[in-house]
């Protein structure tokens, strides 16, 4: 038996009127989806522990059977297992977001307009992570270049501080979300050192947002995984963009595979995400692949309904129906599991801890069914299996 979990991040929304009161994944064309939904099974699964904050890190902890009560020791340390960060038991790490502010004054004033500076690729936002460096050395604090505008900073015996996440404040003036020192001097640093750089110049010469800020957040120490294998019993990869979901996967001892042109954005390259899942699985002898897509989230943050419902499409056609064609093809028995990690609905554009939707099929017990795979419909099935960590136990087969 092979198993496949496809997690769309943040697909799960809230009725839309645009849409005629129906979310973007209600809407969107999921041909393979409801087919699958159709033979297989549908529910709601808490993903989001009680009294913890709604994010991808807790939520995928959760979805991949780690109870983030027990596991979960801030985001960013995460994060740097997947770029290599040597980190001590005494290092605190930091996200690092290159982000997009206004230019009003005083800087207290200012707004934020883009916690991903347009998805900014890795190899600008990394020259411009250097840019700062050169001026702003402080011998306590060492910067690492991530993904995107996604970048680690390690605190030499620092203290673990609640930040506030800049996706949750998108539009918002900033200062009452303004972190205490060192952490506002390094902003303040950045934004005078980004704002007239040659490449911020150019990208708003090409209607781009500028990133011209750094800032701070996802704070936590050295994370300690339990090998997935020996907690599960199952040989697994992770194929993902982003360095949170490859540093959870560095961190449990799962094959992390990387992608050409896999972007965490809306036009990254699914179609081999998909191949490598499917290769994972029948030619080199893997029981399990994780392959998590980050574009819905990233067009929930965004406030764009056509663009989210584009995502959950691309999903459908280009990732779902790929590993599902093959698998069938090859003749291998196999569960596939779909699902969001949280809802990131476009009225907020920030997550919501609210229940999400799961997909489950089994190629070994199809049954008829007249369901559809979305919010509605999963809640109206009468399933709910509780707690996140119990998904991956339904997908082997063992809760």
Known sequence: MK???VLGDGMADEPIESLGG????????????????????IGIVHTIPKGMKPGSDTANLSVLGYDPARYYS??????ALSIGVPMKDTDISFRVNIVTLD?????????????????ISTEDSTVLLHAVLKEMQDPRFQFYAG??????????????????????HLGQVIGPFLPPEPFLGMMKKSYEILKDHPMNLERKRKGLNPANCFWF?????????SPFEKQFGKKGVMISAVDLLKGIGVGSEMKVISVPGATGGLHTNYEGKAQAAVDALL????????IHVEAPDEMGHQGSVEKKVQSVEYLDERVIRIVRDALAASGEPYRLLV?????????????????????????????????HYNEREAAASGIDIGEGPNMIRHLFGQL
């Open 3 to 5: 198993y496949v979990l």
């Open 22 to 41: 129906r979310t973007p994944l209600e809407y969107a064309h999921t041909p393979v989806m409801d087919e699958l939904a159709s033979k297989g099974e």
């Open 74 to 79: 801030g985001r960013s340390p995460l994060e």
């Open 103 to 119: 230019d009003a004054e005083p800087f207290e004033q200012k707004t934020i307009l883009d916690h991903s500076s347009s998805e």
């Open 147 to 168: 993904t995107s505008y996604r970048h680690c900073m390690i605190w030499d015996r620092g203290e673990v501080t609640e930040l506030s996440q800049p996706h949750d």
């Open 217 to 225: 957040w996802g704070a936590g120490t050295k994370p300690q995984l």
């Open 283 to 290: 030619k080199d002898g893997y029981d399990f692949a994780y």
């Open 339 to 371: 699902l969001p990690d949280h809802p990131t609905p476009i009225r907020v554009r920030t997550h919501t801890a609210d229940p999400v939707p799961y997909l489950l099929y089994d190629s070994t017990a199809e049954e008829a069914r007249s369901w």
